[in-house]
């Protein structure tokens, strides 16, 4: 199987780099193991929130120059500023063209509401997240009977402190009751799937609208709307007061339609997607990758003029800690990690954690390296990556659609400088 361009990993890096390649007519296949990392995110996406010093940051693209001085091998400074700031805005172009309906700019960070009801900077929000400065003066937080990945006393208690008269509520909703019968079942997914159903969306209307009538603003679960916002849009139109809904524990409902969205936006532009699918080796001679070989697909080789690593972090098995260290499993590049397993993590779990950073070494093309020597037709974008703590720094998304987009235009490139 013959492709033009071939991605390891289908999570946010992947789908991104693979939408721009497809839109320009590269032939693409993604190979993904499993879920991505994104149906356990918030659905918001990081750019820049925070300096490796601590320097809270509020406008990203004006720190990137400290960002450079702070952490040379950041993939932002790699990239170059310059190449940010283009990418970023061609990331919020990318999303939108993918349908997906966020607020926010790459110019300021705002801060949205977390599900414990504080506050966040980040780069991009859907637009049911709440964002501070609130405008209401009375909220009422609504919880659902027996579902415990949502605690509404949490966030009315952190809104409390904003200077908000909260309430807390609680729905009922009998046709949720056979989940309610198995714990393990009653997760914001299914309950999405049921709430998503229009006879079901009447009922919960029903119940919310005498809530609804001594509040300015109602904040929900977010658990409905797993393919789009139509539900909610449905929903919200026929209250009194606006509704706004806070992401829940893991799996987060909003994250997975914005993996659904650019699924759907991948494969519409002739996208091949093998699910389930793992690479267990590649063909490599003379720094250029010359097939892959997949749990799947056997001995049956694939092969690409350019392949993409975007197979994450530890999380999804893009790297992998060992007792002699931590390595990257499928092509086994250089990685930059600290040397020692008592330097991997510190000692104050709410520290910033050393194994966080590690990750592949790339050069400024984001060329991985083997021997020190640049792999010329393999790229690395996303979470594998070295250099950048996702979590302290709140850069995480950020990385991974302006460095898809970044190879993305490297690749293109080179097809168009073909003679």
Not at 44 to 59: I, R
Not at 75 to 98: D, I, T, W
Not at 300 to 305: G, K, N, S, Y
């Amino acid at each position: 199987m013959k492709f033009d361009s071939l991605i390891i990993g289908g999570g946010l890096a992947g789908l991104t780099c693979g939408i721009r390649l497809a839109e320009a007519g590269l032939r693409c296949a993604i190979v993904s193991r499993g879920q991505s990392a994104l149906h356990f995110s918030s659905g918001s996406l990081d750019l820049l929130a925070e300096l490796p010093d601590g320097t809270p940051v509020e406008q990203p693209l004006k720190a990137l120059e400290a960002l450079a001085q702070q952490a040379p091998q950041h993939p932002y400074s790699l990239m170059g500023a310059q190449n940010v700031l283009r990418y970023a805005v061609e990331g919020e172009a990318l999303l939108e063209r993918c349908l997906v309906n966020l607020q926010g700019s790459c110019q300021q960070n705002h801060q949205r509401i977390t599900p414990l009801g504080t506050r966040r900077p980040t780069w991009l929000s859907p637009a049911e997240i709440p964002v501070a400065p609130l405008p209401w003066k009375r909220i009422t937080v609504v919880g659902i009977a027996g579902f415990l990945d949502f605690q509404p006393e949490l966030v009315a208690g952190s809104l409390t402190e904003l200077d908000i008269k909260v309430k807390t509520a609680e729905l009922t909703l009998p046709e949720l009751d056979v989940l309610r019968n198995n714990p393990s079942e009653f997760r914001a997914a299914n309950i999405a799937r049921v709430l998503d159903k229009p006879e079901q969306q009447r009922l919960l209307v029903a119940e919310l609208i005498p809530l609804a009538e001594d509040t300015d603003a109602l904040f929900l679960p977010a658990c409905m709307g797993s393919d789009d916002s139509q539900a909610f849009q449905a929903i919200s139109s026929r209250l009194p007061c606006p509704l706004r809904l806070l992401p829940t524990l893991p799996p987060s409902v909003l994250g997975m339609r914005l993996y659904n969205q650019l699924r759907r936006r991948f494969q519409r532009l002739g996208g091949l997607i093998m699910p389930g699918d793992a690479v267990l080796k590649a063909d490599i001679s003379e720094h250029w990758v010359k097939a892959i070989f997949t749990r799947n697909h056997g001995d049956v080789p694939l092969r690409a003029d350019r392949v993409i690593l975007a197979s994450g972090s530890f999380f999804s098995s893009g790297l992998e800690a060992k007792f002699a260290g931590i390595r990257e499993p499928v092509f086994g590049l250089d990685v930059l990690a600290p040397a020692a397993r008592a330097d991997w993590c510190r000692e104050d779990f709410f520290s910033p954690q050393p194994y966080l950073q590690a990750g592949v070494a790339v050069d400024e093309h984001f060329h991985p390296l083997i021997g020190g020597r640049s792999v010329n037709n393999l790229y690395a974008i996303g979470s594998v990556l070295a250099g950048f703590d996702p979590l302290q720094q709140g850069c995480g998304a950020g990385v991974s659609i302006t460095g898809a987009l970044h190879v993305a235009q490297q690749i293109l490139a080179a097809q168009e400088a073909r003679p």
